[in-house]
């Protein structure tokens, strides 16, 4: 970490912008304000609730000191909206704008928060919109490794202009310098700070039963260890209960994880609220609640409820009764005046913007919450629960990793508030307490790329840049970069390796003869003994099922070696319903009856003779079991025919032999040694072309992929020589997951003649995606017009995927009708309670219609016809209504499990 600079050094901007605060500024916010002052960029990393946005702060304080402007970005539009509202506060609404992609409020402001996509958004499309800015501020830039948005912070850092200042904020990480480094050859000079103490320490527990232990103790010696009495619990966990002594009393109980409520209770009494208490899914958000209801949780006084009924009376005014009784309101709103609440991505935005008022007023004690909550808003309490350390994925359950452990527990500990912060981790039944002891203790976490080229981003490096300018840009990504980091750790690799091979070579020179060119011969037939030897075990499976399979009633084949060696007269080929490979029924010498597994047979079975079954031959008939037995022992066998490829490979096996035996080296003395480093030679030649295979695949292999997306472009007529077509250019305004069907849609005129509702429903599919481990099967479009232009899409579809396929790409993910029937019945004027089905989530449903919106309005802007235009304007006026408009603020895009 670099030396801090002294308040006497310290730039006299600094001094004033800190005197403005009214508190003194930790030694890391001097410095990284310093070094911005300094016309410096700089990346703060630092915990949650370290303050480093304060840096972020001075920046926009700059830009309105010397008349210039600052972006402030920020990854999701809820903490857009609480980042305006905290600098409205600071300089006045005159001077702030905000920026969410569904709403433009005062843009031309000298400071404007805006999403990190919207930036992006104007790079690509209004030079205009750049002029005079000065700082753009990047919050949460660790979020540059989210697999679906994360390449959005790569494009603005690359395509920024030079002369404008970036202000990175990001959670500690562990190759916060690799990333720097990054940064400086991307956009010059680059100050890092880091800062890895908390302001308010945390305290981790352990909760089991009705034990809680700290997680860590202290040695007389002042060594930190894990807590003893933690790992007892854990074999108690594991054991059970101990059988009861002589009298009937137990010596032990089964440790259990505590029950919600008892939690909640027990961090009353110790004064540990208010708390957030993460669970894994909205279910188990609100399952939380009716618990803490049935059990007559109450954590407030009487003015404490009575003033958060008057706040949520009011802030949920503008909603009709009928809307507030669909949302459950009276029974959520009783949850609050008790002090509890949930708070997840199926909750409309304006519960939980009141949720976290009156936790942030100290009126709620306790949230129930999802993970989200740790990546979003600035929301402390004095202590966080982790319930499970397990997380659905979307495909399969993981322990979380020590990132994410770090994010939730980041949230405890209020600065200025608590001494402490408390972070309770509860007993897990299949995970060990040493095993949360070490996650609890991994501080940092790597910050890794997801940067990948996109179609829209193809186009718009097509429409801005020449081709070597547009290369170079993909190949300045921080995903090349850290490939090329692996690279020359490779070429090191490959550089010993080569040094110990030419030991080798070295060693087993042979002054007799040639000895590479008798070692070519050897290796040859060390590899024609390996494969045909062993026979090419998948090839030697397929060529025994063959020879089952061609076997008949009465062929006589010889079967080498094993317990069962011998010949026998095959009786019948047969393949039970439970079984996945056919059987051999067959007769020994010795009259048993055997039935052969394809495993059973070294080689395939061929016939070697043929007898004649005695007619209507049947197994349980002794007789006749007999006289096949005394004809196979009679029977003159022929010698088995041998595959070709065999005799193939052995004629050329032996001709090397033959060669190996007349070659000058095989009269060596020192043959014995020269073969031994020449095996090891070959071993590490094999060794240094995989790495340089790695080497290959690792370099610019973002530039490859990017010219596989341009022959997609070029092949569906999007560019061409280099230029932009009518489609490329619309494509270029695009700003979607499924960009490219949707161009293709447009381009074909599938939306043409469907009125608002089969609109919303047809257009819903792209972007919609059903979210959960049960996804809906088999969802229909909900009327004749919307399900005739759906196919037409699926095709579409097909055919871009077909493309796609062929070069390694899978950018467009295949269109979700999930959401169309909800998008028609919303479009066509129906209450929310006809609209919202039984298991719906009406945070769920307002996010999907203003995804719906969003897209819609795009589509308003690429119509090739005023009539297309007006139905797609249309479309979005009908579904942009109720609860959606009310909560039009804040483009909610939460989500989670």
């Not at 919609?768 to 005739?788: C, H, K, L, N, Y």
């Amino acid at each position: 970490m670099r030396e801090t600079n002294t308040p006497d050094q310290r730039p006299v901007v600094v001094v004033d912008f800190e005197h403005s605060y009214g508190f003194s500024f930790d030694p890391f916010q001097s410095q990284a304000c310093a070094a911005v002052a300094q016309g410096s960029s700089v990346l703060v990393a630092a915990p949650t609730g370290a303050g480093k946005t304060v840096v972020g702060e001075f920046a926009a304080w700059m830009a309105l000191r010397g008349g210039g402007k600052t972006f402030y970005t920020t990854p999701i539009k809820a903490l857009s909206n609480q980042k305006y509202g905290d600098f409205v506060e600071l300089h006045g609404a005159e001077n702030v704008g905000l920026l969410t992609g569904d709403n433009s409020v005062n843009g031309d402001a000298p400071i404007v928060v805006m999403t990190t996509e919207v930036l992006r958004n104007m790079i690509y499309e209004d030079a205009l919109a750049l002029a005079d800015l000065r700082y753009v501020v990047l919050d949460e830039v660790h979020y540059l490794q989210d697999r679906y948005r994360g390449g959005v912070w790569e494009e603005v850092l690359i395509h920024l202009p030079i002369d404008v200042l970036t202000v990175s904020l990001s959670a500690t990480v562990s190759n916060a310098e690799e990333f720097a480094e990054w940064l400086k050859t991307l956009r010059g000079s680059t100050e890092v700070i880091i800062e890895e103490q908390r302001p308010v320490e945390i305290r981790h527990w352990y909760f089991a039963s009705e034990e809680l232990l700290p997680m860590f103790v202290r040695k007389p010696d002042g060594e930190v260890i894990p807590n003893p009495q933690g790992r007892q619990l854990g074999r108690r966990k594991s054991r059970g209960a101990e059988r009861p002594r002589r009298g009937g009393k137990r010596t032990g109980s089964r440790a259990r994880p505590p029950r919600r409520t008892e939690v909640i209770d027990r961090l009353s009494s110790e004064s540990m609220l208010p708390v957030i208490y993460f669970i894994f899914s909205r279910k188990g958000c609100d399952d939380a609640i009716m618990q803490c209801l049935r059990d007559n949780v109450r954590l407030t006084t009487a003015a404490e409820r009575k003033e958060i009924v008057t706040y949520a009376s009011e802030r949920v005014g503008d909603l009709s009764p009928d809307e507030l009784e669909v949302l459950g309101y009276d029974s959520w709103v009783e949850a609050l005046r008790r002090g509890v609440a949930s708070h997840h991505a199926g909750m409309i935005p304006a519960f939980k913007e009141i949720v976290e008022e009156l936790f942030s007023r100290g009126l709620v004690k306790a949230v129930f919450a999802t993970e989200t909550l740790a990546l979003g808003i600035n929301m402390p309490a004095r202590t966080v629960v982790v319930e499970s350390l397990m997380k659905f994925t979307g495909e399969k359950h993981e322990q979380i990793t020590p990132g994410q452990y770090t994010q939730l527990s980041g949230r405890a500990g209020r600065r200025g508030i608590d001494e402490l912060g408390h972070c309770v981790v509860l007993m897990q039944r299949f995970i060990e307490f040493d095993a949360i002891t070490r996650l609890a203790s991994t501080r940092t976490y790597p910050l890794v790329s997801s940067f990948r080229p996109s179609y829209n981003m193809a186009v718009n490096l097509v429409r801005n840049y020449d081709r070597p300018e547009a290369e170079h840009l993909v190949n300045s990504s921080f995903a090349q970069y850290q490939a090329d980091r692996d690279v020359v750790q490779l070429e090191q690799s490959k550089e010993r390796q080569e040094a110990y091979l030419a030991s080798y070579r070295e060693r087993f020179r042979c002054d007799l003869g040639d000895f590479d060119e008798y070692r070519e011969l050897y290796d040859k037939l060390r590899r024609l003994e390996g494969r045909h030897g062993s026979g090419q075990e998948r090839e030697r499976r397929e060529r025994t099922l063959d020879a089952i399979n061609s076997l008949e009633p009465g062929d006589v084949i010889q079967v080498r070696g094993g317990r069962r060696r011998g010949r026998y007269a095959v009786l019948d080929v047969t393949q039970r319903r439970s079984e996945k490979s056919p059987r051999v029924l067959a007769l020994s010498e010795e009259r048993s009856m055997v039935r052969f597994a394809p495993v059973d047979f070294r080689e395939p079975p061929r016939p070697v003779g043929r007898l004649r079954l005695p007619k209507g031959f049947h197994t349980r008939d002794a007789h006749a079991r007999r006289k096949v037995a005394r004809d196979l022992a009679d029977l003159k066998p022929a010698p088995p025919k041998r595959d070709e490829s065999v005799r193939a490979a052995s004629s050329e096996m032996e001709d090397l032999a033959a060669r190996l035996e007349r070659h000058l080296c095989s009269d060596c003395p020192d043959l014995s040694r020269h073969i031994h480093f020449a095996e090891r030679a070959t071993r590490l030649e094999k060794e240094v072309r995989g790495i340089e295979r790695r080497i290959g695949r690792r370099t610019q292999t973002l530039a490859r992929r990017f010219e596989r997306v341009l022959e997609v472009l070029e092949h569906l007529g999007y560019v061409e020589r280099w230029s932009l077509t009518h489609k490329g250019e619309i494509l270029s305004r695009v700003y979607n997951e499924s960009d490219l069907l949707v161009v293709e849609a447009i381009e074909e005129g599938l939306f043409e003649d469907l009125h608002a509702p089969d609109l919303a429903a047809v257009i819903s599919a792209l972007v919609f995606e059903t979210r959960g481990p049960d996804p809906e099967v088999a969802a229909a479009m909900p009327s004749r017009a919307s399900d005739g232009v759906w196919k037409e899409l699926m095709t579409l579809w097909r055919s871009i995927h077909k493309d796609e396929e062929a070069r390694g790409l899978e950018l467009t993910r295949e269109p979700d009708p999930g959401f169309a029937a909800r998008a028609r019945l919303w479009a066509s004027g129906e209450p929310l309670d006809e609209v919202l089905g039984y298991d719906d989530a009406a945070g769920d449903f307002v996010r999907s219609v203003k995804q719906l919106v969003d897209l819609l309005r795009q589509l308003v802007e690429i119509a090739p016809t005023d009539e297309l235009a007006a139905r797609l304007k249309d479309a979005t006026d009908s579904v942009h209504r109720g609860v959606v408009a009310y909560t039009s603020l804040e483009l909610d895009d939460e989500v989670d499990d």
